[in-house]
């Protein structure tokens, strides 16, 4: 044993090297002797008893004839040497067995040698080159002593020749096996095949692991040695982490292997070595009943450079394949990675309907905008995670976009509500609460679906439906979404077309004072009379232009019309509060603070005219986003009006951050009042809370005189809706005010 082995922990290590030049157990050498006369036989066992040649005992069987000699070959393929008499049944029946033995046999390996009574039998020098025969000797020349080294010739000439052959038996072996390594294209596919085959080359059940070693590779995530593939009676080893698997015997072998850099030899089995260029070194460990190194040390130390390099390219591969098919940012597989998935879906259909879910996060371009890609990308990796939870191993969840998530299994495990619940709570990012919604596009799976790439368009269709009808909204996909997506782009074409030619023009609903009926304020409101003369509702074209990102351009447009118009009833003796709506897509574009203060200078109306109405849902939505802002504006003295109010998730506290001018009650709750009790109490709760927090109160939609009696005696101290008046075209306007102030 050499010196220098490091803390080997049991005496029963030693390096294959060492293992394999200490050529354990020595079956003896079969020598077949073929002679028709029964004494030479026994003279021959006579004269080489208790010899051994080689370091291995001799064993002699006997053949009377030719027939029997071929007979025995056959059972016996391990004779390595044949002592022949030339002269038997016939003068050439010799000659003809060594012609059988080397053609229709097909033994190479086997020594010759002839043996005759007689001088003047000589084989001719031709047979002796084509047949292989080793030696010719007359019998009575075969004393022991020459006997003994003519053996020895003829036993290290077989010596040499099986180890040649059992050499490129195993390098073909190995070479068979390495072209069909490189086509796996993941490490554990590699590491199953490299240990099958392993067990293969030493002929044994594949009880063995496969553990690599992250410690030097830069991109690796967990630096711990952890088993990529284990087998056989290791089989529960997958996936685990080295030290996890406890103290024992094969553990240490695998240890020393890597602190060592060398391939161990222990009582439990074999670790071999194999290490990397790219700095993720491994070991390949075969258990006990496969680990003898029978090999040549040469074909053992080729095998173990080529298997690592061969290692390397896979790890190429499986980097590349990462970088083609893994998300950087959150990890998730990709959308080419998820095509795949479902392409696989549709050659071997899984058990139960299968459903595609696109996840798309609301708003996330303001977001990000607002709090830059740091805080943005955090977001991400937090819905990476909150997807990765809701789903189970039969759900595969993919990044397929920016901020558009994916989640593809069973129908039953891809109800959308499930997965918009994991979503409901608040992420924390630097100290920053920021709460999500997302829309869900949704379609399943047939196999009349031509590819993933085309469910996943066709998914594409449904969320695109969905983020058209607003925040957390779902669609499923159908013909007729795909036609309604149609008509929505023409649509938006449309709206488009509308605003750059100025068909687009405002509306101004009175907002009363509940006591008087006095006219304190207008709302704008926008509308678009398409190119057939119909007016297109708003609650069909803002989405649109929210989604379309026009929001922007019209949204500035109306806060300037609204402020202008403002300014020009004032100068007629309307000095009128302008409620003008705002949308989330608005609100987060940066500087809107600064364009409402450009747009009020510029049109000259003192900032307490305006009043900006956004809704509940958006005013809680993120109150990080939505709170600077308007407490901005509040700063430039506008005033904040939460619409809808009641339909939104208002806490207490958030409502007092927010500390908004007026509170909205939406219309259904107006609509409630008749019926006396259910929501007509809401209304009534609003109007309580308006006065806890020292707020303003504002119905909308009161159509019907009840409603108004019963919104005057809780106290709600304003009112807007048809019965007093629709919202009233610019022309219009200056008749209606003037006829309320008589
Ligand atoms: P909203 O802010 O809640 O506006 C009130 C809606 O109720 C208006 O519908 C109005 O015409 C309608 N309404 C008023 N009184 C009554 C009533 O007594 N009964 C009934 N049934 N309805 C009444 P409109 O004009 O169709 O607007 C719909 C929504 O479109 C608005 O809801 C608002 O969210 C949005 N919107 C309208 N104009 C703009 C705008 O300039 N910018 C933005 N961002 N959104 C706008
Ligand atoms: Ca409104
Ligand atoms: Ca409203």
Same mark, same amino acid.
């Given at each position: ?45 006579? %004269? ?27 059972? =016996? ?33 086997? +020594? ?9 039998? #000589? ?52 070479? *068979? ?19 099958? +085959? ?5 002929? #044994?059940?594949?009880?063995? %692991? ?6 030097? %590779? ?23 982490? &080295? ?50 190194? +029978? ?19 896979? *790890?190429?591969?499986? *980097? ?23 392409? !696989?879906?549709? +050659? ?110 066709? !998914? ?148 307490? =005219? &305006? ?21 901005? &504006?509040?700063? $430039? ?25 007026? $509170? ?58 048809? &019965? ?19």
């Amino acid at each position: 044993m050499s010196q220098d082995r490091p803390d080997a922990a049991e005496d029963s290590l030693v390096f294959a090297s060492e293992a394999a030049a200490a050529g354990r157990g020595c079956p003896p050498w079969t020598i077949l002797v073929v002679d028709d006369e029964p004494d030479v036989f026994a003279a021959t066992c006579m %004269a080489m008893r208790g010899v051994e040649i080689l370091g291995r005992p001799l064993e002699f069987v006997h053949a009377a004839s030719a027939r029997e000699a071929r007979a025995l070959l056959q059972s =016996r393929p391990e004779v390595a040497v044949i002592l022949l008499d030339v002269v038997m049944e016939s003068e050439a029946a010799g000659l003809e067995l060594v012609a059988c033995i080397r053609n229709e046999l097909g033994l190479k390996k086997p +020594r010759i040698i002839l043996r005759t009574g007689q001088p003047g039998y #000589a084989p001719e020098m031709q047979a002796i080159r084509d047949y292989d025969i080793n030696d010719y000797r007359i019998k009575s020349e075969l004393t022991r002593t020459r006997l003994y080294t003519v053996l020895t010739s003829a036993l290290r000439g077989y010596q040499t020749l099986a180890a040649v052959e059992s050499t490129r038996h195993d390098l073909e072996y190995l070479l *068979r096996a390495q072209t069909e390594l490189l086509s796996a294209n993941t490490m554990p596919a590699f590491a199953v095949g490299l240990l099958e +085959r392993l067990a293969g080359l030493f002929g #044994a059940a594949a009880d063995a %692991a496969f553990v690599s070693d992250g410690r030097r %590779a830069q991109d690796a995530e967990d630096h711990r040695r952890r088993v990529v593939a284990a087998l056989g009676r290791y089989a529960d080893w997958s996936w685990r982490r &080295l030290d996890a698997i406890g103290p024992c015997p094969e553990v240490r072998v695998i240890e020393l292997a890597f602190s060592t850099r060398r391939t161990v030899q222990g009582e439990c089995g074999l670790a071999m070595y194999l290490p990397s260029r790219t700095g993720a070194d491994a070991v390949a460990f075969l258990g006990a009943a496969c680990a003898t190194a +029978r090999h040549a040390p040469e074909v053992f130390d080729l095998f173990v450079q080529n298997t690592a390099v061969a290692a390397d390219g896979v *790890r190429l591969v499986e *980097r590349l394949r990462d970088a083609a098919y893994v998300d950087g940012l959150t990890r998730l597989p990709n959308r080419s990675a998820l095509a795949e998935t479902i392409d !696989g879906a549709l +050659r071997v259909p899984p058990d139960g309907p299968q459903r595609l879910l696109l996840i798309d996060i609301d708003q996330f371009s303001e977001i990000n905008e607002t709090f830059g890609d740091r805080i943005g990308d955090a977001l991400l990796r937090g819905v990476a995670q909150r997807l990765m939870a809701q789903a189970d191993s039969s759900v595969r969840v993919a990044r397929v976009a920016n901020d558009t998530f994916a989640a593809f299994g069973p129908q039953d495990r891809l109800v959308p509500a499930d997965w918009a619940r994991r979503l409901d709570e608040p992420f924390e990012v630097d100290e920053l609460q920021i709460a999500l919604s997302a829309s869900f596009g949704g379609v399943e799976l047939t196999p009349e679906c031509g590819s993933g790439g085309e469910l996943i368009k066709m !998914g594409y269709s449904a969320l695109k439906r969905a983020k058209q009808a607003g925040h957390r909204s779902v669609a499923f996909y159908s013909h007729e979404v795909a036609t309604e997506i149609k008509e929505r782009t023409r649509l938006l074409h449309g709206l488009r077309a509308a605003f750059d030619q100025q068909r687009l023009f405002l509306v101004y609903q009175p907002q009363v004072e509940a006591a008087s009926g006095r006219t304190v304020g207008l709302e704008a409101l926008m509308r678009w009379r398409a190119d057939d003369g119909r007016l297109v509702p708003p609650d069909r074209f803002i989405p649109l232009a929210e989604q379309s990102g026009l929001i922007k351009d019209l949204g500035a447009w109306a806060l300037r019309l609204a402020i202008h118009r403002a300014v020009v009833l004032g100068e007629a003796g309307h000095r009128l509060r302008m409620a003008v709506n705002v949308s989330m897509s608005q609100l987060l574009v940066p500087g809107f603070e600064r364009l409402v203060e450009e747009a009020l200078a510029e049109g000259g109306l003192p900032p307490q =005219r &305006l009043e900006i109405e956004i809704t509940e849902s958006v005013a809680m939505q993120s109150p990080d986003i939505v709170l600077p802002r308007l407490a901005a &504006l509040k700063r $430039l003295g506008v005033g904040v009006a939460i619409d809808d109010f009641g339909t939104g998730y208002s806490s207490l506290s958030s409502l007092e951050k927010l500390a908004p001018d007026r $509170l909205k009650i939406d219309r259904s709750f107006v609509l409630g009042l008749e019926a006396e009790q259910g929501s007509s109490g809401i209304a009534e709760m609003i109007i309580e809370l308006g006065r806890t927090l020292g707020l303003r109160v504002i119905a909308e939609g009161v159509e019907t005189e009840a409603q108004r009696q019963r919104l005057v005696a809780l106290g709600c101290h304003e009112l807007q809706g048809y &019965l007093f008046s629709p919202p009233l075209a610019v022309d219009a306007l200056p008749g209606w005010l003037a006829g309320q102030q008589t």
